[in-house]
């Protein structure tokens, strides 16, 4: 594939494309479904990049409760922190259909490579983003009452006052730590109560000023 479609290296010249490919290993492969990418406590060296499919990275506690950190349904890069300070992962990423993934191996010599600012740039930003979605799961859990980590987990991911859930309900369940039970309970409450509609996977919020004063 065109290596300049991975969005950190989007804006090289073609001589620092040239470089990077001569340099790097880079391999696609298609993991299938319930296949692990990298489990938690291996060793990190590669940076992913998925192209098709559907990559759920979670964490297992010591009692087997499964947390989801992310869902990923989107071209998307992952595993960059790790792979930069060849660290263990505190996750693992499985596939969660078939999917189509591109490894960079041994990401971190790219950083002995004299590239383009405009890839160190591209990789603060992508930090920059990764770091505030996890700023806000953080709050979103860091809630009392699981009525107020439904209401910032509705906030965050609305689009004029529709939530379309990509995950399935026991995944969203563990996204919010909590059990699937406890959320179908609290959501058909918040029904009852005029405050949003269910319909399968979507969610719509019906008042948001209700919603609002959940998230103080």
């Excluded at 109560?193 to 979507?202: H, L, N, Q, R, T």
Aim: aromatic fraction near 10%.
């Amino acid at each position: 594939m065109d290596i300049k479609s991975i969005p950190i290296f989007k804006n090289l010249t073609d001589k620092d494309i040239r470089i990077l490919e001569k340099t790097l290993q880079i391999e696609e492969k298609i993991y299938k479904k319930n296949s692990y990418i990298f489990m938690q406590n291996d060793k990190a060296k590669n940076l992913y990049y998925l192209l098709e499919g559907d990559i759920i990275v979670s964490k297992v506690d010591f009692n087997g409760k499964r947390s989801i950190v992310q869902n990923f349904k989107d071209k998307v890069l992952f595993g960059e922190i790790y792979a930069y300070l060849n660290e263990t992962y505190d996750f693992s990423a499985m596939a969660n259909e078939d999917s189509k993934v591109l490894a960079i191996k041994d990401f971190k010599k790219i950083f002995s490579i004299d590239l383009d600012r405009s890839f160190l740039l591209s990789f603060i930003d992508l930090i920059a983003k990764k770091c505030l979605l996890l700023s806000r799961k953080n709050q979103i859990n860091t809630q009392f009452t699981l009525r107020q980590k439904i209401a910032n987990y509705l906030i965050y991911n609305e689009e004029k006052n529709v939530v379309n859930l990509e995950m399935t309900r026991e995944e969203l369940a563990d996204f919010l730590a909590t059990t699937r039970p406890s959320l179908s309970r609290e959501l058909s409450k918040m029904k009852s109560e005029g405050i949003i509609d269910v319909k399968g996977k979507i969610i719509k919020i019906l008042d948001k000023d209700t919603i609002y004063d959940l998230t103080y």
